[in-house]
């Protein structure tokens, strides 16, 4: 199966200039995070989707940072506007989220390494 | 304050030996544990997942256990290789839901 794909995978922008991820899950994956991890350190989660709704957003900076998965399938993050601490990779990852054990196991994409200047 | 704690200096082994990794937790009460693989540049792979209720699991050169006492899990790689040289990450999830928290994850090296 394929995996998760992300783009782009790379992004550099200007302070307060906007930015935008997406994120295409494992076919028939549920479940759908975003994590920002910085170097060094683990994965931290900034919001999860069953489906189309928005389950925890707890952590997400809702002042500049954005998200949806319409037709509860790909994904978008956006960030407006961004700020120089907001260098990091942004990870997407999706999970079947149908319950069993294997519905625990989350699948990465490769990442977007973003570079505020 | 919650914390998962796992060795932040990377550990140095000779191929063919037993790499032992720690998690250790504080003021958290997992209902699961899982372990992933992450290389330079990619996105963390899944390794193995440990029920609270379990005290060991295994896969393949993998052996995972996990010690709600001790608030710890050990990650065990036998016969280590070379391919194994990665940052090794923690994850625990506090109820049956999948919200994972990750701890900053340990570097493996593998001399050949």
């Known amino acids: 199966e394929a995996g998760v794909v992300q783009s782009p995978r790379y992004k550099i922008i200007e302070k307060k200039q906007p930015v935008a991820f997406w994120c295409n899950p494992i076919s028939g994956h549920n479940t759908l995070y975003w994590y920002l991890q910085n170097l060094g350190q683990g994965p931290e989660l900034l919001i999860r989707?069953?489906?189309?709704?928005?389950?925890?957003d707890s952590q997400l900076p809702k002042d500049r940072f954005s998200a949806e998965r319409l037709k509860g399938v790909d994904s978008t993050l956006k960030i407006q506007p961004a700020e120089l601490g907001d260098s990091a990779v942004y990870l997407c990852?999706?999970?079947?989220?149908?319950?069993?054990?294997?519905?625990?196991?989350?699948?990465f994409g490769p990442g977007t390494r973003l570079t505020v200047t | 304050s919650q914390k998962i704690e796992q060795n932040s200096e990377a550990l140095n082994i000779q191929e063919g030996k037993t790499a032992t990794l720690t998690c250790n937790y504080t003021n958290y009460s997992p209902a699961y544990l899982q372990w992933y693989r992450q290389d330079p540049g990619r996105g963390p792979v899944f390794l193995l997942l440990?029920?609270?209720?379990?005290k060991e699991k295994r896969k393949e050169r993998l052996k995972v256990t996990f010690d709600t006492t001790l608030k710890q899990s050990l990650f065990h790689i036998t016969a280590s290789q070379p391919a194994d040289s990665a940052t090794y990450l923690c994850?625990?999830?506090?109820?049956?839901?999948?919200?994972?928290?990750f701890g900053s994850g340990t570097r493996l090296l593998v001399r050949p």
């Open positions: 440990i029920r609270e209720n379990e």
């Open positions: 990852a999706s999970s079947r989220g149908t319950g069993g054990e294997r519905s625990y196991e989350q699948y």
């Open positions: 994850a625990l999830s506090e109820d049956s839901s999948y919200k994972l928290i």
């Open positions: 989707y069953e489906n189309e709704e928005a389950v925890d």
